[in-house]
């Protein structure tokens, strides 16, 4: 369908979205993304599981770039590559549309994905390695350029000879030597294009294997030319990762980042960095092979280690490296006169037998700090007065550690990376503490929290500062919106990620039956608490009564149940006190049991036959955790999830010293009360693993809170409003027995026979919207007038 978006502001934008009827909350948030879009901000979104968020996102984005031809690429984040490939098949079914209103040469739109070689490669010889890392250090081993310069030299000669001592990396591992798609791509020259259209990963390996092309080199070759481009956080966030693929990106995109309710977690992720006595002693043997090579190269070749420092400050003159302050302002001038690039880089490590001894001197003095027994906990401008005092490097010097190593790295032609992983992150490390003088603390531990009296000293570099990664994206680009199902508190976000929201926005969720029924389980059917707070949560009675809650779901509810636990150790605990005490053996009368584990391929195997105990109508019971892998990727739609308990207020570890120092750092900087932060973490948690069980507006299912603490307004009142909207005062406080006769009202209720036409009273068609359009009603807020409009919008269909 085609309608038109008017916020009552700029021009009207004419949407074209590729299904017969939208969700009014749909069409509110195409309101708020224009809003931003035409003012040239950013924005932030909640809007509730399963209305078609992404469809929404893309459908306005696009139709504003066929409107704005001057507004650049789209970049759509996604933190999975299944979450990527949804992505990419909701464009398909868009662009299909698009070519059909428009015709295919109007409409003619290139959209990819892009991933890690890993996902990607369609070279047997590499894909079968196994890692992502081997799968990498294979593909370099044969596409690097000095390697096939060097390939190409000894065909050129006589090709029975033998030159594999030449060769330095051995390019003719495994008796391959060559990548023929690589070759072939790089053969193919300028012709070696992607038609317009729309490419999965599957559809770009298939294409590769059809043209003979490597599709990794492919896609990333066309991330120029892409109208929309789908990949990873880690390719906008984390710098090293973003330097390489989206340092080209104009600064009219449009970025999303999609089920960024954990955005501050990747972001502090992406700029930390933990070294350990294991990773600092390959860190020493790394430097000794360094020397090696580099001794070697100044008898075979001093000119290129001569030119190579020219090439470092070129590099980063290009990526916009050398800032012109210094300090923190990671965004820079690229235009710098050679003299002054000169004097950014400090002259002693210039030399590559000079930065070497640096980097040792440096490992040598982390070492040295390691061997304390003591917790330490220190700014970087108190380790970095303590490291030139002690080891005589300054915080210059470090600053540019990790792009000299990688400048070094490619003079000296090492394609095995994996040699140098722990050397890297070494000099990464040096480079993030020589970097920021804020935002950041450095805690040393000698023993292991699990096991305090087993020395296993650890120092973090630990960002404290969520915005410090992000700045660079929300001032580079032109719009940015960050959108989620659970985003409440909707005001924190900005002040986590340091940007000024043009847009911030929590929707409604517009339904035709209540087919959601959250309630809060207080109490046992002895009246004892539930609860996990620390000083009740391994109390028999406690555990009894979760159990109880379970065994009186598994009678009542049919298909599958999921209950989420806020740790692994906790839900250990629990699972075997239920076995001691006959609990387990009672709800296994009722539902099979599965339970997700630390180890990914165990975890998969039991999901696996838990939906298939779901499809044979045997029905099933998943035990998970609430961060896990789980909570956060996998969906438990239609009968895979008629209820989901959480158990608990899933809290982080509040001993933990690198939350310590966060709280206090939210404290002093952001006025963020530890306890606000702490509650806010852990109801956005609760609410993504309770979200897992409605995925669309036919399907149904319980949300069951048990903890006596949801109870109160403020826990409860951080949840989504789309969830706290169902929290009527009749399934708040309940006991175990009360809420299994709420469980079984609810659930005769959504058995009863429902036509999917009755649907349509919560979805807009092209009539309704034109009517609405006509009176003004865009101007009002569309969820609250389509509950208002529901009887007449049924007379219209």
Same mark, same amino acid.
């Given at each position: ?5 008017? &916020? ?19 069409? +509110? ?9 035409? =003012? ?10 399963? !209305? ?24 759509? /984040? ?25 015709? =295919? ?30 799968? &990498? ?115 009219? /995109?449009?970025?999303?980042? &999609? ?19 294991? !990773? ?59 003299? %002054? ?18 980097? @040792? ?34 915080? @210059? ?7 000299? $190593? ?34 950041? +603390? ?47 508190? %909707? ?61 009186? $779901? ?11 636990? *806020? ?104 006025? %963020? ?68 006769? *709420? ?55």
């Amino acid at each position: 369908m085609r309608f038109t978006i008017d &916020d009552g502001g700029s021009a009207p934008i004419e949407v074209f979205f590729p299904y017969d009827s939208v969700y009014p909350e749909q069409v +509110a948030y195409m309101r708020e993304m224009k809003r931003a879009l035409d =003012a040239r901000g950013h924005g932030a979104v909640e809007m509730p599981t399963g !209305t078609g968020k992404t469809i929404t996102v893309l459908s306005m984005c696009v139709s504003y770039q066929l409107a704005h031809p001057e507004v650049g690429k789209i970049i759509y /984040c996604t933190r999975t590559v299944p979450e990527m490939e949804k992505v990419l098949e909701e464009m398909k079914a868009l662009q299909a549309y698009i070519e059909k209103e428009l015709g =295919a040469e109007t409409a003619r739109m290139l959209s990819l994905g892009l991933s890690s070689r890993k996902n990607m490669c369609v070279n047997p010889a590499v894909a079968d390695e196994g890692s992502r890392e081997s799968v &990498d250090g294979r593909c370099r081993r044969l596409t690097a350029s000095w390697v096939r310069e060097r390939r190409l030299e000894r065909q050129a000669r006589d090709a029975g000879r033998t030159v594999a001592a030449e060769d330095g990396e051995g390019d003719n591992e495994g008796g391959v030597s060559c990548c023929d798609w690589f070759e072939e791509f790089e053969t193919a020259g300028e012709k070696a294009v992607l038609p317009p259209g729309v490419y999965t990963l599957h559809d770009l390996r298939q294409f590769g294997r059809a043209k003979k092309w490597c599709p990794y080199f492919l896609a990333r070759n066309m991330i120029s030319f892409a109208n929309v481009i789908v990949y990873n956080y880690q390719y906008m966030l984390d710098p090293k990762v973003a330097s390489l693929v989206s340092s080209a990106l104009e600064k009219e /995109c449009v970025v999303v980042f &999609d089920e960024a309710h954990n955005i501050d977690n990747v972001c502090i992720e992406a700029l930390s960095v933990n070294l350990r006595q294991q !990773t600092l002693e390959n860190a020493g043997r790394s430097i000794t092979s360094l020397n090696a090579r580099i001794d070697k190269a100044k008898q075979t070749d001093e000119r290129r280690l001569r030119q190579e420092y020219e090439r470092l400050v070129n590099g980063l003159a290009q990526q916009g490296v050398l800032a012109r302050g210094g300090g923190e302002d990671m965004l820079m001038n690229p235009v710098i006169p050679d003299d %002054i690039l000169r004097e950014a880089v400090p002259g002693n490590i210039r030399r590559a037998e000079h930065f070497v001894a640096v980097l @040792k001197r440096f490992v040598e003095y982390l070492k040295f700090r390691l061997q304390s027994t003591q917790v330490e906990q220190e700014t970087p401008t108190a380790f970095l007065q303590h490291c030139a005092a002690n080891a005589g490097i300054d915080g @210059k010097t470090l600053k540019f550690c990790y792009d000299r $190593l990688t400048s070094l790295l490619k003079t000296l032609e090492v394609v095995d990376m994996d040699e140098y992983n722990a050397l890297s992150l070494v000099a990464n490390f040096a480079a993030l503490v020589g970097t920021y003088s804020k935002g950041f +603390a450095l805690i040393l531990e000698p023993y292991d929290e699990r096991y305090p009296n087993i020395p296993d000293p650890v120092l973090q570099l630990a960002c404290l500062d969520a915005s410090l990664a992000i700045k660079p994206v929300f001032e580079r680009f032109q719009s940015v919106f960050i959108t989620s199902g659970t985003l409440s508190p %909707i005001d924190l976000y900005p002040k986590l990620l340091g940007f000024n929201p043009v847009c911030a926005k929590s929707l409604e969720m517009t339904l035709t039956r209540e087919c959601l029924c959250p309630m809060v389980i207080t109490r046992g059917a002895d009246q004892q608490a539930v609860s996990t707070k620390f000083d009740v949560r391994d109390d028999p009675n406690v555990i009894q009564n979760y159990g109880r809650i379970l065994v009186g $779901l598994a009678q009542t509810v049919p298909d599958g149940i999921v209950a989420f636990f *806020v740790s692994y150790s906790y839900m250990e605990n629990i699972v075997s006190k239920w076995h001691e005490t006959g609990i387990l053996r009672e709800i296994m009368q009722h539902k099979l049991v599965f339970i997700e584990t630390t180890d990914v391929v165990e975890t998969s195997l039991a999901l696996d036959n838990y939906r298939r105990a779901c499809n044979c109508g045997r029905g099933a019971i998943f035990l998970s955790v609430a961060r896990g892998k789980v909570a956060e990727g996998i969906d438990f739609d239609r009968h895979y999830g008629r209820a989901v308990v959480m158990y608990g207020v899933p809290y982080q570890y509040t001993l933990s010293r690198i939350l310590r120092a966060r709280l206090e750092y939210l404290r002093e900087t952001f006025q %963020i009360k530890e306890s606000d932060f702490l509650a806010f973490d852990a109801v956005r948690q609760a609410a993504q693993c309770v979200g897992r069980v409605i995925r669309s507006k036919k399907d149904y299912g319980l949300m069951v809170f048990a903890d006596k603490r949801y109870n109160s307004q403020d826990k409860r009142g951080k949840l989504p409003g789309w969830i706290t909207s169902h929290l009527h005062e009749e399934v708040l406080n309940l006991s175990t027995d009360m809420a299994m006769q *709420v469980a079984r009202t609810f659930m005769r209720s959504m058995s009863q026979p429902f036509s999917h036409d009755d649907s349509k009273k919560s979805l807009f068609d092209q009539e309704m919207l034109n009517r609405l359009a006509a009176e003004g009603g865009y101007r009002e807020a569309l969820p609250a007038q389509a509950r208002k409009l529901a009887p007449e919008i049924m007379m219209h269909i």
